[in-house]
Structures are given as C-alpha cells and as structure tokens.
C-alpha cells in the first residue's frame, strides 16, 4: 500500500495554548503562547524512508527502529525541520540507496524501510508488470 496520511481539511488550528513547547508539550519555561496548527501532508515510501535515513539530525539506532513510537517521534521531528524541496531529495536518496545492494548506506536505508513498512503499513511502490509476450507472434513471424 502507498502512503497517504492527508485527511481533508489539510490545515486546522485550535486554541491558544501558554507554557507549551514547538511540539505542544509542557514547558513552563516558555513565556510566548502558542497557537496549536495541524497540517495534513501525504508522503510516499521513499518520503519517509528519506527523512528518517537522511535527515541531517536523524541518528536513529538499530533499536531505536524497532520502537514504533520512537520511530513516529522522529518522523514528526524530521518533518518540522525540512521543507518541500528537502523532503524531495531525502526520497531520491532513498530510492538510490536501495536500487541496488552495492550502494552507500543501502544497510541502513534498507533497516529503515522496513521499520517504515512495520510501522506506518506502507511499501515501496511496485514496478509495473512487463507486458506479456505472445509467443505465437514470434513464431509466425
């Protein structure tokens, strides 16, 4: 299955909160309100394989992979600190890495597709089909 974690409307915010953290956390040491905002995006496999493999802040270990909540803190973390065109080239990272078992960081790119695939229930995309051959085709020809 593919990812699409949207639901409609894309963006909603809530109320205004004090002593709360970037994430909506407690934090008493924060003296500005917030206003809490929720934003729906849609992220494809190699997305999310992108960001937690190569974000630049991602060092998540072998066990972390294996934690799905740890996993989804990372995810949302990674998300928060990237833009659009970041997101873009953390996925074409991720494709390269596992397009081919000799590539750099294909190992660990590799762990973390499958924790992805574990975790948020998505795979990579499939190729398509090659089209069948008529064999009588041939051989009358």
């Known amino acids: 299955m593919h990812a699409?974690?949207?639901?409609?409307?894309?963006?909603?915010?809530?109320?205004?909160?004090?002593?709360?953290?970037?994430f909506g956390?407690?934090?008493?040491?924060?003296?500005?309100?917030?206003?809490?905002?929720?934003?729906?995006?849609?992220?494809?496999?190699?997305?999310?394989?992108?960001l937690l493999s190569f974000h630049p802040e991602m060092m998540l270990t072998a066990s972390d992979l294996l934690k799905s909540e740890e996993l989804a803190e990372a995810l949302r973390f990674a998300i928060v600190s990237s833009d659009a065109h970041q997101i873009e080239e953390y996925s074409e990272l991720a494709r390269t890495a596992l397009s081919h078992s000799r590539r750099p960081f294909y190992a660990y790119t590799k762990l973390v597709a499958e924790a992805v695939t574990r975790t948020f229930g998505v795979t990579a995309p499939q190729p398509p089909a090659a089209p069948a051959v008529n064999t009588r085709l041939f051989a009358a020809a």
Request: glycine content about 4%.
């Open 25 to 50: 956390e407690a934090d008493p040491g924060e003296t500005e309100p917030r206003l809490s905002v929720r934003v729906s995006l849609s992220l494809r496999f190699f997305d999310l394989v992108g």
């Open 4 to 22: 699409s974690l949207a639901t409609q409307p894309s963006l909603t915010v809530d109320a205004v909160e004090e002593n709360i953290s970037l």
